[in-house]
C-alpha cells in the first residue's frame, strides 16, 4: 500500500531545530510527525559550523520522519537573522485582455522583484502592498477588474546570501533538497495571528533564542519587518553569570523558575544550584532570578519601544503587540511589555489542527505551524512549476 505524501518543515533556530511533517487529508491539514533537537553549529540565527548545523537538522527531521511514517514530497526551511530586511519594489504591465488575469498578477510581481540590490543579497519575499488599475489605488485582489495598466507595489524581504547559501548547504549534505525557504517572523505571523489583528494594525514580535523579529501588518497586508540581536539564549547567558553555574543548569532554571517580574517573584522560594567545576551549590531565590533578568527583557521592550516610535507605529497597531517563541512564556512578560510599550499585549499561540495538537499548541511551535500553512496556502494559488524554481536559482548561487 502507498504512503502518503507529507510536507516536511523545518525551523532552523539558534538554540532548537523543529521538524513537522504535514500532511493533506480530505482537504485538510493534519500534522503527523514531530521531531525537536537542540541546535549546534548556530550563532544569533546565523550558521557558523556547517556540519554540527546539519547534524541537529538531521536528528529533528529523522524523529518527524519516523513518527509519521511517510513519504516526504516538499521540504521547507526557515530563516532569521538580523541580516534580514526589506526594500520597496515596484512593477508595470499592460493588460493585453483589458482584464486582470491571474498571469497578469505574476507577472506584474516578477516586474516588482526586478530591482536593483547588492550583490551579497537575495530576495527571499515579495509582499504586494497594493496594485493600482489606471490610476485606482488601494487593490489588493485585482484579479478579474477591468482596465489596461496594472502596477504592484511591493515589499521586499532580502537576506544575505551567504547565510542562504550556508542554510542550504547544510540540507545538501544531508541529501535533501529544500523546495523553498521562508522568513521565520512571516512564517509565524500566519500561525499565530487573526485576520481581525492584521486588518486593525498588529506587531507581532516572535522571541526567539538569539534574536527577535518584528513584523507589522495593517490594513491586512504585512507591511515591515526587523530583526534585533537579543533573545532567550542572553537571558540563560545572564542567568549563568549571575548565579556563578552552568548555561546547561541556567537554562533549566529560566524555564522552571524564571520570571521577569520582581513583584510576581517569591522571596521565600529557594532552591539549589549547582557551581561550576568544584565548587559547593549554593541556596537561590526566585526573587533572584528576577532581578537577573527583568533588566535584560526591560532592555529588549525598550528596543522595541524605540522601533515602535522609529517607524511612526504607535497609531498604526490599534490591534497591539503579540509575543510568540519560546521565551514568550516567561512569567511576567506581558505586564512588563503593558507597562513599557503602553498597547494592549498578549501571547500568541499558534492555530490548532488535527494530528499531534496538543504537542505544538506553544509558542515555540509557532514558526514551525506558520510554515505549514503557509506551504499549503500556497499550493492552492501558485502554479506547481513555480516551485521549483527557487532550488534552480540557488544552484545557480553555488556555481
Not at 489605488?137 to 547565510?163: C, D, K, N
Not at 517607524?311 to 506581558?334: C, E, H, Q, W
Request: charged content about 25%; some cysteine.
Amino acid at each position: 500500500m502507498a504512503k502518503n505524501k507529507g510536507i516536511l518543515v523545518v525551523d532552523v533556530g539558534t538554540t532548537k531545530v523543529c521538524a513537522l511533517i504535514g500532511e493533506e487529508r480530505e482537504g485538510e491539514l493534519w500534522i503527523t510527525g514531530k521531531g525537536l533537537s537542540s541546535s549546534r553549529g548556530l550563532k544569533k540565527g546565523a550558521i557558523v559550523n556547517i556540519e554540527e548545523a546539519a547534524a541537529s537538522i538531521k536528528e529533528a527531521v529523522d524523529q518527524a520522519v519516523q513518527q509519521a511514517e511517510c513519504d516526504v514530497a516538499e521540504i521547507y526551511s526557515s530563516i532569521s537573522g538580523t541580516h534580514v530586511n526589506t526594500m520597496k519594489g515596484m512593477g508595470v504591465v499592460a493588460l493585453r485582455e483589458r482584464q486582470v488575469t491571474p498571469i497578469d498578477v505574476d507577472k506584474v510581481l516578477e516586474a516588482a522583484r526586478a530591482v536593483e540590490i547588492p550583490e551579497d543579497r537575495e530576495i527571499l519575499h515579495e509582499v504586494p502592498q497594493e496594485f493600482v488599475i489606471d490610476n485606482q489605488r488601494g487593490i489588493l485582489q485585482p484579479v478579474g477588474m477591468a482596465g489596461v495598466r496594472l502596477e504592484a507595489y511591493v515589499q521586499l524581504i532580502t537576506v544575505h546570501r551567504s547565510a542562504l547559501q550556508n542554510l542550504l548547504k547544510c540540507f545538501e549534505i544531508l541529501g535533501l533538497e529544500v523546495d523553498n525557504v521562508i522568513f521565520q517572523g512571516l512564517a509565524s505571523a500566519e500561525a499565530v495571528l487573526t485576520e481581525e489583528e492584521k486588518d486593525l494594525g498588529v506587531l507581532l514580535i516572535d522571541f526567539g533564542g538569539g534574536t527577535t523579529d518584528g513584523v507589522i501588518y495593517w490594513e491586512g497586508v504585512l507591511r515591515d519587518v526587523f530583526s534585533i540581536p537579543v533573545g532567550g539564549e542572553h537571558l540563560t547567558q545572564d542567568l549563568a553569570v549571575g548565579l556563578r553555574t552552568s548555561k546547561k543548569v541556567a537554562d533549566r532554571l529560566k524555564i522552571e523558575k524564571g520570571v521577569c517580574l520582581r513583584d510576581l517573584a517569591e522571596e521565600e522560594d529557594f532552591f539549589e544550584v549547582p557551581g561550576i567545576g568544584n565548587r559547593p551549590p549554593k541556596n537561590v531565590s526566585q526573587k533572584i532570578i528576577a532581578e537577573i533578568l527583568e533588566p535584560r527583557v526591560r532592555e529588549l521592550l525598550e528596543i522595541i519601544e524605540l522601533k515602535i516610535e522609529e517607524l511612526n507605529l504607535r497609531p498604526k497597531i490599534t490591534a497591539g503587540v503579540v509575543f510568540t517563541g519560546g521565551s514568550s512564556l516567561i512569567p511576567g512578560l506581558t505586564l512588563l511589555a503593558d507597562q513599557i510599550l503602553d498597547v494592549p499585549t498578549r501571547i500568541g499561540y499558534p492555530i490548532k489542527f488535527p494530528g499531534l495538537t496538543e504537542d505544538v499548541n506553544l509558542p515555540q511551535y509557532a514558526t514551525a505551524v506558520g510554515m505549514l500553512i503557509e506551504v499549503f496556502k500556497g499550493r492552492e494559488i501558485q502554479p506547481k512549476e513555480k516551485k521549483s524554481s527557487f532550488w534552480e536559482k540557488i544552484k545557480k548561487l553555488f556555481r
